[in-house]
């Protein structure tokens, strides 16, 4: 199964300041078609999981240019410009290249 | 609006079994692999299960196969698992999930706990 490590944040971040979340994959999401299989979720409190970003850095439809992706083959990082109240939650990363799906343990990210 | 709508959840004893079920409204259902995840409380996120659009193909993760069973009626709107030989590691808010196709899952239930305790 492909293991992914997601890391901490130094919470609480200021409001208005950026934050950077990493993940990494035991295996290269990197397929053949030239797609990177890394998609983002956050999992604000009490509510279920939404999808931010896929295919490492595409936005979904609906989510604030604030969020970006970006990585590699097996290092990734989601980055939240200027942080807002609404983004407090647990981020996931989760590999979509094979079965099983797995996800990242989560990154909690807490506002000041 | 797409809606995905979890029921069936409840209190179990070890051993038992329990049926939950992902109501689907405001897409065109019978186009869809639909997934199944669940959360343990304070933990994160596992997936279970997926069936395609026509039933014609199921994957389990290891934990649960032989154990849990998903199927699904295109008519009914309606992917139902089935959980067996109920364990109290198997305790978790379980959720429904939209495949977007080849890109991740758009959209998913609010989510159904079931708790297995003696």
């Known amino acids: 199964d492909i293991v992914m490590t997601q890391g901490a944040l130094p919470n609480p971040v200021p409001s208005g300041e950026s934050a950077s979340i990493t993940c990494q994959s035991s295996k290269s999401l990197l397929h053949s078609n030239g797609k990177t299989y890394l998609n983002w979720y956050l999992q604000r409190p009490g509510q279920s999981p939404h999808l931010l970003i896929y295919w490492m850095s595409t936005r979904a439809s609906g989510v604030s240019d604030r969020f970006s992706g970006s990585g590699s083959g097996t290092d990734f990082t989601l980055k939240i410009s200027s942080v807002e109240a609404e983004d407090v939650g647990v981020y996931y990363c989760?590999?979509?290249?094979?079965?099983?799906?797995?996800f990242g343990s989560g990154t909690k990210l807490e506002i000041k | 609006e797409v809606q995905l709508v979890e029921s069936g959840g409840g209190l179990v004893q070890p051993g038992s079994s329990l049926k939950v079920s992902c109501v689907a409204s405001g897409f065109t259902f019978s186009s869809y692999v639909i997934h199944w995840f669940r959360q343990a409380p304070e933990n994160g996120i596992e997936w279970l299960a997926y069936?395609?659009?026509?039933?014609?193909?199921?994957h389990y993760a290891e934990t649960v196969r032989g154990r849990f069973t998903i199927s699904r009626d295109n008519a009914k709107n309606t992917v139902d698992m089935q959980l067996s030989s109920l364990r109290s590691e198997d305790t978790a808010m379980y959720f429904c999930?939209?495949?977007?196709?080849?890109?991740?899952?758009?959209?998913w239930g609010q989510g159904v706990m079931v708790t297995v305790s003696s």
């Open positions: 069936i395609t659009s026509d039933s014609a193909n199921t």
């Open positions: 999930a939209r495949e977007s196709s080849g890109v991740g899952f758009d959209y």
């Open positions: 989760q590999q979509f290249l094979e079965y099983p799906l797995t």
